[in-house]
């Protein structure tokens, strides 16, 4: 298996702008979570998916953000409209019945 | 509400000098516990885990964790760094009851010296 796969690697977007990140559990994963990493507030956990269905999404900062899984291969974090401050790191993770999260190589987003 | 401490934000240690990291959390239930390793523009790697059974875990790279119920600690240890240690450092914990889902720590830096 080639691992969580992030796309894209950098996303550098203007403020007001839409911002789009993907991602691709590990198949057989039935926990996908979606996390922010920033010098201030280190690593934060955004939304979680349980068999594609969001479980708990008290980490979504507003309701600028949000989050879908339509299928079990893929997941995706929506920005709309971008703000300077969300610049940051976004990881995707995924686990299954081991409770191991492995963890994709993220996307480091700047708005301008 | 759960919380996971990491008391050193950055450590310095010589290659070849042994290395600990310290992890102290704040739950109500039996939590599993989890060290990470990051470098430099990657992802998160998962070093080791503790569920449950022996307290002194061994995992990747050569390092160990020991689970101390008492002092609500899960400290990881090396016994000699290489300079390919060098990186960031997050402790995580998850409860059952919580869906597993993971809180981590602010993390620690390390910094290996020649």
């Known amino acids: 298996d080639a691992g969580v796969i992030q796309s894209p690697r950098h996303e550098v977007t203007e403020m007001g702008q839409e911002v789009t990140l993907r991602c691709k559990p590990i198949s057989g994963h039935d926990y996908l979570f979606w996390y922010r990493q920033t010098m201030m507030r280190g690593l934060e956990l955004l939304i979680y998916f349980n068999n594609n269905v969001p479980i708990d999404d008290s980490g979504m900062p507003e309701d600028r953000f949000s989050a879908k899984m339509p299928n079990a291969s893929f997941s995706t974090l929506k920005i709309q409209p971008s703000e300077p401050r969300d610049s940051a790191v976004y990881f995707c993770?995924?686990?299954?019945?081991?409770?191991?999260?492995?963890f994709g190589q993220g996307t480091r987003l700047t708005v301008v | 509400a759960q919380s996971v401490t990491q008391p050193d934000i950055h450590i310095t240690v010589s290659e070849g000098a042994s290395l600990e990291l310290r992890c102290n959390y704040s739950y109500g239930a039996t939590p599993y516990l989890f060290w990470y390793v990051q470098s430099p523009g990657q992802g998160l790697q998962l070093l080791l885990k503790?569920?449950?059974?022996?307290?002194l875990v061994q995992g990747i790279k050569g390092f160990e964790a020991e689970f101390k119920r008492s002092q609500s600690s899960f400290n990881l240890r090396k016994p000699s760094v290489h300079w390919s240690d060098a990186a960031e450092y997050f402790c995580a914990v998850g409860v059952r009851s919580n869906d597993y889902k993971l809180s981590f720590g602010a993390g620690t830096t390390v910094t290996v010296r020649a």
């Open positions: 993770a995924s686990s299954g019945v081991t409770l191991k999260a492995f």
């Open positions: 503790y569920f449950s059974g022996d307290t």
